[in-house]
């Protein structure tokens, strides 16, 4: 019999949709993929070509914390952030998404319960329910911009078995880049209480307006409890390398994810080989993304805020935004986009946001959209969602 976490192991949200999709493009229908953060853009030059240059005959294991190279590219990276961080508060992980499973295993008991906000990644429930961990959620609304709420709903929700707090800034699904004074009344909260602070920055360079985002890592007095995961994947266009890491200042929770890590054997060798060519790469680079996704997402918000009955605050950060949409049922809606519309042969997929809640009932007029298309894709979808949303209320007679 499978084990009672196996069974309640939650499948993806973000891909349940996908055989609607496939069985849209077998029928001839262009389907725009609002739905998932894999960022278009080339991987930088010089990590490709520093793959073509790799001449070794053994794709050898490497050190379970990473290579030395790697990790002498992490401190450099951080250095140029402001963050000095020693080899051994560094650990390669595979993606960032290891490095969430290693914080997750390292901060808590099974059993123990994460504060996090909602709406939030949907990925944290997987990794939560392998470690045993009981997600908790706060409600963030999107007419405050999904930023935090005040000490006193952390207060609230905390209980006897509250081990953490996990945050994401800049954040996935929502686009909200929390202020250094709502990092601080978290960080705060966290150490009257004993409590971790994992926070999920593989988003740090994706924020708009000229904005700037605190690491946890740059935050004064805080070094025993802030876990920070990291990643390439959106930093370098480079989610298929797999490729991140933990740091921590915390010797405790770093031996944890070491002993972790060793088990595993080794993160992506050949990942690892390429990663120190971005050192090259100058702040032009950054800058050359952030003004791409940013028109991106103004693209989006003056078109989709035109349509009558759809809601947003303007994202701060990352490529993804929540939209409340003149619907009562965000799930049938985006099923029903693949199935049953198209406008010159073409629709979009989008991620209906239930799926990013904890809280049963919560997202049912919303969907989760992220902007890593072209400006003309995003353009059409603009156009596609702006004739499917009254045809969709006709069709389920909302009007
Ligand atoms: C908020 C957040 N954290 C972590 C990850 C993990 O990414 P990866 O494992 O590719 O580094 C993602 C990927 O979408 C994400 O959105």
């Given at each position: 019999m499978v084990s009672s976490r196996g069974q309640r192991m939650p499948p993806s949200p973000i891909r349940k949709l996908a055989p609607f999709a496939?069985?849209?493009?077998?029928?001839?229908?262009?389907?725009?993929?609002?739905?998932?953060?894999?960022?278009?853009?080339?991987?930088p030059e010089p990590m490709r070509r520093r793959l073509a240059?790799?001449?070794?005959?053994?794709?050898?294991?490497?050190?379970s914390a990473g290579t030395a190279a790697y990790v002498d590219f992490l401190k450099l990276y951080y250095r140029r952030l402001g963050v000095e961080l020693s080899a051994d508060q560094l650990l390669a992980t595979t993606g960032g998404s290891e490095a969430i499973q290693f914080a997750f295993l390292a901060c808590a008991e099974a059993g123990d319960h994460a504060l996090l906000v909602e709406p939030f990644y949907t990925n944290y429930?997987?990794?939560?329910?392998?470690?045993?961990?009981?997600?908790?959620?706060?409600?963030?609304?999107?007419?405050?911009?999904?930023?935090?709420p005040p000490r006193d709903a952390w207060e609230k929700a905390r209980t006897e078995r509250t081990r953490m707090v996990v945050l994401c800034n800049p954040n996935n699904p929502t686009g909200t880049v929390y202020r250094r004074e709502e990092l601080l009344?978290?960080?705060?909260?966290?150490?009257?209480?004993?409590?971790?602070?994992?926070?999920d920055e593989v988003y740090r360079e994706f924020?708009?307006?000229?904005?700037?985002?605190?690491?946890?890592?740059?935050?004064?007095?805080?070094?025993?409890?802030?876990?920070?995961?990291?990643?390439?994947?959106?930093?370098?266009?480079?989610?298929?390398?797999?490729?991140?890491?933990?740091?921590?200042?915390?010797?405790?929770?770093?031996?944890?994810?070491?002993?972790?890590?060793?088990?595993?054997?080794?993160?992506?060798g050949l990942a690892q080989?390429?990663?120190?060519?971005?050192?090259?790469?100058?702040?032009?680079?950054?800058?050359?993304?952030v003004t791409e996704y940013q028109k991106r997402r103004d693209v989006l918000f003056e078109g989709l805020t035109r349509i009558p009955g759809v809601f947003l605050r303007k994202p701060e950060g990352a490529f993804y935004f929540v939209a409340r949409l003149p619907v009562d049922d965000a799930e049938d809606f985006a099923q029903w986009l693949l199935t049953d519309f198209s406008l010159d042969g073409k629709t979009v997929m989008v991620a209906p946001a239930?799926?990013?809640?904890?809280?049963?009932?919560?997202?049912?007029?919303?969907?989760?959209?992220?902007?890593?298309?072209?400006?003309?894709?995003?353009?059409?979808?603009?156009?596609?969602?702006?004739?499917?949303?009254p045809a969709?209320?006709?069709?389920?007679?909302?009007d």
């Open positions: 496939e069985a849209a493009k077998a029928r001839g229908v262009h389907v725009y993929h609002l739905n998932i953060g894999q960022p278009d853009l080339p991987t240059e790799i001449r070794d005959v053994t794709y050898a294991y490497t050190p429930r997987s990794f939560a329910t392998i470690a045993g961990v009981e997600l908790v959620p706060l409600v963030t609304r999107g007419e405050d911009g999904f930023h935090l009344a978290v960080a705060e909260f966290c150490r009257d209480h004993g409590l971790f602070l994992v926070s924020v708009y307006d000229g904005r700037t985002v605190t690491s946890a890592l740059s935050l004064e007095g805080f070094s025993e409890l802030v876990v920070v995961v990291d990643s390439l994947s959106k930093r370098y266009s480079a989610c298929g390398i797999r490729l991140g890491c933990l740091a921590t200042r915390n010797p405790g929770v770093y031996q944890a994810c070491l002993h972790m890590a060793q088990g595993r054997l080794s993160p992506p080989a390429i990663a120190p060519a971005a050192a090259a790469l100058g702040p032009e680079y950054v800058q050359g993304v239930p799926g990013f809640y904890a809280t049963s009932g919560l997202g049912h007029d919303e969907v989760r959209i992220a902007y890593v298309l072209e400006e003309g894709d995003l353009r059409e979808s603009v156009r596609v969602l702006s004739a499917a949303l969709y209320r006709k069709a389920r007679r909302l």
